[in-house]
């Protein structure tokens, strides 16, 4: 589902339309170079015989033909593009948000307006709605892509852009970052989670509760520890007292496919690999080595696993 000849969005299709016109238009300039360079090739072919081809100055209507051509392809190019932007771009208006995405070094932040929920990477969104998604940065310029959505769109600090989708089926679709943004820009992936309504709605409600709190007393050990140092600083998990923005948010951690931005499937033995030593997992990423021990890393695994 990477493909850009593979449309998931109305948008897309609307876009491929367009790239397909442009195209055609190329071929047929290209057939129609390569054909005249033919023709001209063999007609004024050097025959042996000394004589010179007839030399002609000027061919007004030839000319006209020259200039007039490429000006009627740019003028249809021209309108044709406009008449599909405005299609697939109109403004934003007060029309609320359907997630709100921010780009950090390295990973998404996904806030649904309206609710309490926030995720990281792994975007849930309902299909066969036309829905506004809204784009801004933490810290630099990065560029959200799901090639198979069609557009592209710029995060940039200080600034809201947005898209607009409408996706036609449920499945699950990747892409990235597409503006180069530091020594982790080849693991800032996206992976959007399309759902039909009555399965997104479910998924809603269930993001939108607080965290499972533990039972299990590894997992409970590892609650504490989580409270206890730096990591409530900087993870939001709701539920607990852990309020920090500067991370992901944990609130569901453990029902999640992915971790790391899709660098790692989300399996106990990954977490602990990240929480033992990050930069070894993901060099220059913001998280901290702390000097733990096995035995709570292994707690905090324990808990953070359990956050469904």
Known sequence: MRSIFSSATLEAERLHALDLYFMLAALAVLLLVAGLVVYTSLKYRDKGDGVEPPQESTNLSLEMLMIGGPAVLVVIFFFLTIRTSSAILPPAGETTPAVVVTGHQWWWEAAYPGTQVKTANEIHLPVGQRLLIVGTSADVIHDWWLPAFGEKMDVIPGRRNHVWIT??????????????????????????????????????????????????????????????????????????????????????????????????????????????????????????????????????????????
């Open 167 to 308: 996706i036609k089926k449920p499945g699950i679709y990747e892409g990235a970052c597409s503006e180069f943004c530091g020594q982790q820009h080849a693991w800032m992936r996206i992976r959007v989670v399309a759902q039909t309504p009555a399965d997104y709605t479910r998924w809603l409600a269930a993001a939108a509760r607080p965290a499972t709190p533990p039972t299990e007393a590894q997992a409970l050990a590892g609650g504490a520890l989580f409270a206890h140092y730096a990591c409530s600083s900087c993870h939001q998990i709701r539920g607990t007292a852990a309020m920090g923005q500067q991370g992901p948010d944990l609130t569901h951690f453990g029902s999640r496919r992915t971790m790391l931005a899709g660098l790692l499937e989300n399996t106990p033995a990954n977490v602990n690999r990240w929480l033992t030593d990050p930069q070894a997992v993901k060099p220059g990423a913001h998280m901290p080595r702390f000097i733990f021990g096995q035995d709570s890393i292994r707690a905090l695994t324990a808990y953070l696993t359990q956050l469904k």
